[in-house]
């Protein structure tokens, strides 16, 4: 299976990636964005550690199910030949109603076939206000249009 754009990146196919990454997350279906990384792919998400595209998986099933209303934008940060690094913001709220910002980076290695080998992200988050949302289009993939991180003040 190949995942296009593939290493070695340039700046346009760095961020057609991030960009991808972005809109599969989006989607909060957990089957199809754990097609994006390799079979045995590692990850470290906050404290949690996944071994595995089924691992990965069922962490973002998990994530998921508390994470209700989630919305996602990456912004590239660098890149090398095979690696990508970016940084993101998302809100979500819990089941309480409780909204939350994320903010954190991520550093991405690929494999020859555009899929993810290796995941790390860091990641800190905080109450906010419903009123307080800056990341709020209707739950889909973000618009062209919407603004990006940068734009956003993030």
Known sequence: MSRPPLPPFTAETAAQKVRLAEDGWNTRDPKRVALAYTEDTQWRNRAEFAQGRAAAEALLTRKWARELDYRLVKELWA?????????????????????????????????????????????????????????????????????SLTELGF
């Open 79 to 147: 890149y090398t030949e095979n690696r990508i690094a970016v940084r993101f913001a998302y809100e979500y709220h819990d089941d309480s109603g409780q909204w939350f910002r994320a903010y954190g980076n991520e550093n991405w290695e690929f494999d020859e076939h555009g899929l993810m080998r290796r995941r790390i992200a860091s990641i800190n988050e905080h109450p906010i206000r419903a009123d307080e949302r800056k990341l709020d289009w209707p739950l889909s993939r973000r618009p062209d249009d919407y603004p």
